[in-house]
Every structure is written in structure tokens, then in C-alpha cells.
């Protein structure tokens, strides 16, 4: 122990100039150097170590969270649903209320069809007689009335331009085996005729009398029962030069008034002077008007009723209305339009006229409800026609009883 610290001083005072400088520099720069860098660098790894791991998870989360809230669930889900759901709504309006933007409703789109084909097929197959627009198994369609069983070449549908250029298929239904349409006067074989003419007969249809004249009751029947089944129109009210008697049963009962033979409309008003033993039997129709719709078509029952001479009465059924047809009168032919058709049968194919010569004036109403559809005019082989009346008496201030 003695010798060690002889040496020991003996060395450091040997060498203070060199010695003792190079080791303190060795000391200092190495030793502290290292023991600094050394703990320097070992909290500096654990603080990084730890740091790093809360950064990666907050940018995990950021990362993990973003995503999924706004690419997967907001615009993924909200974005790709609605597209296609609109699209198929859009297609279903736009080909279904189409028409309607343009005003046209499934009518009015057969009508059109009508308009735009009507005169090149009447020119072309002369055995057409009427075009309507109607239903067929609950569909819109034209119905084309041909006097024979010639369908050659007629069309099964028809192309319609619509006002904005495009264009749209309406289906016909040809009804063949027409015939000629006659007004159905009778010859001695009804109670109402003209003093002039008194073997041209018809039917009352119902009484009316003048809004502003109760006292007054007339008789409404067919115009041509006073024209000897020719086409010639009065004017309406008639003037003192032109009334006559009306001979009901034979007898004078009524003087001619009104008559009127136009486009929509042939109808006679006759005011009684004798209602002895005439309003017994008659049917009120004072309920009003029945206006047809195409609910009426095709029913599965019988759903009017004809009363024409002596109360003579028939069911028949609704199988068209507004439709126009060429009424084949004893001196010419006139177009006739707004007329109704009714028949034997529900079926336009299958049915047959119900009213016979002498029923001309007839009235006809609707079974459920009793009120008054119009008056009878004539038929052909198919269906008998029938002409609306309340139109021509409103505009004429009358009402019916």
C-alpha cells in the first residue's frame, strides 16, 4: 500500500506538461463524452420509442376514422342508392303522364289519331263508316265501323305524332257487318205523326215545358218524323206559317213548335192542346241527365232501357259514345256526330240493333239510376243510335218533366 502511493504522485508530477494534458483531454472528451452521449441518447430513444407509437396511433385513428365516415358510409351509401332509384321513377313518369304535360290525355290521344287518319282511310277503303275513339279490354283505341266483313288492308294500329314531335301507337278494333244507318220512322204503326204526313210515324220520347211558361207541356220526338224522313232543318223555334197539327193516335192533340235537324241533333217539340188521357202513362225523367262515361262500356248486364211505343220496353247495352255516323235520310246523306250506340250484346263484334221502324223518338234511360240518356234516332244491323237531348232543350230554356 506504501509503494502505490509513492508512484502514484510521483508519475503526475513527472509528466504535468504532457501527460497530465492528454489524459485530461482523453477524460474529458471520451469519457464524459460518452457517458453524456450515452445517456443523451438512451432517453432519446425512449422517448422516441415511446412518442412514436402515440403517433402512429393517432394517425391510425385519423386515418382509420376518416375514411370510413366520409367515403364509405356518406357518399357510398347516399350517392349510389339514390341514383338508380330515380331513374326508374323518371322513366315510369315520362312515359306514362307524357301526354298529360302536353294536355293530351288517352282520349284526347285517340281523338288525334283519328284526326290525322281519318280522311286518307275513308278515302281509301270506301266500306269504312265511322271512326271512334272507345275502349277494348279496358284499353284506348279507335274503333273502325266498316259496313261489310272487308278487313283486307285495314290498319290494326294507328301512328300518332304527338305536339312534340314524337310519336306513339294507338291499336284499332274493326267492327265489320255495319250495314246502312237509317232513321227508324214508322209507317201506321205508331201513336205520333204529322197531320201532313200521317203514315210517317214515331215515338214521344219524354214531356218538357219552358222555364218561364209552366202552363205549357210539349212532346219531344224525332225531327224527321215531320220532314217525311228527309233531312231538312227548321231552324229551332218555328215560325206561325210553319206550325201544323201533330196527331197523336190519330187525333190532333199538339201543334208542331220547334224543330231542328243540325250536325248533333234532330229533335221535335209538339206543345199540347188536348192532354186528355196522355200523362197517365208516361215515365218522368225529371231527375235529370245521365252523362256516359267509359265505366258504361261493356257491362256485364244491360244497363238501359228503350220505351217506345205504347210502353213498349227493351234492355239494351252502352258499347260506344260520341261517335259519328252517316245517316242514310230519304233525300240525302248527313254526317251525325255525339251519337250513342247501344245493342243486344256487350260485345261490339257480337251485337245486333235493338230498335226497329216506328221507334224513332224513342227514350231511352239508364236502369239504375232512371234518368234520361237521350233519344233514339235509328241504327243499322249492329246497334241502334241514340242522340243526347238535354244539349238542344237547355240552350232552348226548356225543362223536362
Known sequence: MATKKKTAPAAKAGKKKTKPAAKPTRRKAVKPAAKKTAKAKLPAKKKAVKAAPKKITKTVKKKTVKPIAR?????????????????KVITKKVTKPAPSAHGLSPTDITRLAIQQHKGVLMANFKNILSLSDTLHNGKHIVAIYIKDSNKTRLPLELEVMLPDGSSIKVKTEIVTGMGEAIPHIGQATDELSDSVSSNYMGTICCLVSPRDNPEFVGVVTSGHIFTHGKCIDYGGILSEEQKRNVLINFEPKATLLFQQMQFNQDLAIAELTNKSNLLKNY??????????????????????????????????????????????????????????????????????GISVGGDSGSAVYHKKTGKLIGMLLGGNDKFSFVLPVHPTLDSFNFNIL
Do not use: M
Not at 71 to 87: G, Q
Not at 294 to 310: A, M
Not at 317 to 346: A, Q
Open 283 to 352: 215515365i218522368s225523367f225529371s231527375k235529370g241527365q245521365y252523362i256516359i262515361s267509359d265505366d258504361d262500356l261493356h257491362s256485364p248486364e244491360p244497363n238501359v232501357t228503350i220505351v217506345s211505343r205504347r210502353n213498349n220496353k227493351r234492355d239494351a247495352y252502352i258499347l260506344d259514345y260520341n261517335v259519328s255516323f252517316e245517316i242514310s235520310y230519304t233525300n240525302i246523306s248527313k254526317e251525325l256526330s255525339n251519337i250513342i250506340l247501344i245493342g243486344t250484346n256487350n260485345d261490339r263484334q257480337k251485337s245486333k
Open 71 to 87: 367515403k364509405t358510409t356518406a357518399p357510398i351509401v347516399k350517392k349510389k342508392s339514390p341514383k338508380p332509384v330515380p331513374t
